[in-house]
């Protein structure tokens, strides 16, 4: 097949053309030009969360988690204490990144397959007055799960508590509006739901708690006030900054901005959500969590009860067909994952759906249905 496989992981994920011919042209970091590309996606990443008034926001090289990890680093004190409500892998990631950076981190654990419950992080906070900030994933990629962020944004504001929302799969698509909703720092990336490619991080900070921040960090490279201090009265990033991946990103927000912004993503991605589960439902699979709480970002199946059944046989299969599929997540049930998002409409989560039926008569296992 001489085009490229489709990406049904929820980033790295299929961009388009324009954006892929965005990173042609090389660029000096203390070019004017660069500089000005830099200023100008800023800006609209600002738009996206209507946060013009109350927020900045910086960019960080690195995958996401880099950028969570300076968040965490940047937002909270040396001596402070974060609570994270954990229903999956990146609440557990979150989790462990703050203890390693010598924060004092409480989990509160949550059954994998349910919301976090405002109310229950409530409790917690008043039963440990000496929690200082709040640690929600938004979008809990390890199962596909979406958390209320307004009711936890509501708590922590009401408790007086700092709220840091890691939204890395849902930022541009699910809506995040930063007049309604108050949040200290909120955390995305290059290469998810805005579509351009991996390589940078971006973190949105109140402008009320960005001067308390200053000197927090452990880390001389993920600290976003000293970034931002630099960026402001310079332009540029502090360190070599992923130049194409900016480019790419510029053309990504272009293209988001004419489809019609975070409605028509969201809608699109509804739509490719619905066309995968309907599909994936007539060969006999079931999603591991109830539609209800489904975010329409990556669906998590069950893995088909058949002997035959392996995921690396299965992987393959579906990659010779073009469509490259997700590992499961989740340690007690075996699943597998299948991204909604990227450049990618209904069309091709059809012949996606197609690629996994011809996938399963291949291995000789008539139906997807999962063990009861
Ligand atoms: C993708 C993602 C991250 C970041 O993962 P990286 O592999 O570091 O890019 C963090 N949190 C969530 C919820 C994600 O979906």
């Not at 490229?4 to 929820?10: K, Q, R, S």
């Not at 660029?27 to 738009?47: H, I, K, M, P, Q």
Request: glycine residues 8%.
């Amino acid at each position: 097949m001489d085009r490229d496989a489709i990406l049904l992981t929820p980033g790295p994920l299929t961009t388009t053309l324009r954006t892929k011919l965005a990173m042609l042209k090389d660029w000096g970091s203390w070019d004017a030009e660069f500089n000005a590309l830099t200023a100008g996606v800023r800006e609209r990443l600002l738009d996206i969360v209507h946060g013009q008034e109350t927020h900045v926001v910086v960019p960080l090289q690195g995958s996401g988690t880099f950028s969570v990890e300076a968040a965490v680093a940047t937002l909270v004190p040396k001596n402070g204490h974060v609570l994270v409500p954990d229903n999956g892998a990146y609440c557990k990631r979150a989790a462990k990144l703050s203890q390693m950076m010598g924060r004092r981190a409480t989990v509160m654990p949550v059954p994998e397959d349910a919301p976090i419950d405002a109310a229950a992080v409530e409790k917690h906070l008043a039963a440990d007055p000496g929690i200082t900030h709040v640690i929600l994933i938004h979008c809990e990629t390890g199962t596909g799960v979406e958390n209320p962020l307004a009711a936890v944004a509501a708590v922590c504001e009401k408790h007086g508590k700092g709220l840091i929302v890691d939204a890395m799969s849902s930022f541009a698509a699910l809506p995040i509006d930063a007049r309604k909703v108050r949040f200290d720092a909120l955390i995305a990336a290059s290469g998810k739901c805005l579509e351009g490619v991996p390589g940078m991080g971006f973190v949105f900070i109140r402008q009320a708690v960005l001067e308390g921040c200053a000197g927090n960090s452990q880390s001389l490279a993920m600290d976003l006030h000293d970034q931002h201090v630099y960026m402001a009265k310079t332009g540029q990033w502090r360190f070599t900054p992923p130049t194409h991946v900016v480019a790419a990103l510029s053309e990504a927000i272009a293209q988001f901005v004419e489809e019609g912004g975070q409605p028509a993503r969201l809608a699109r991605y509804v739509d490719n959500c619905r066309t995968l589960v309907e599909g994936m439902a007539k060969l006999g699979f079931r999603p591991f969590l109830r539609p209800e709480v489904q975010a329409p970002i990556i669906v998590t199946f069950h893995a088909p009860a058949h002997a035959a059944y392996d995921f690396k046989k299965f992987y393959a299969a579906a990659k010779a067909r073009g469509f490259i599929l997700y590992p499961g997540k989740l340690t007690q049930v075996e699943t597998f994952r299948v991204g909604c998002i990227g450049a990618i409409g209904r069309n091709e989560m059809q012949q996606a759906v197609n690629a996994v039926a011809d996938a399963l008569r291949e291995m000789g296992i008539p139906s997807g249905a999962p063990a009861l």
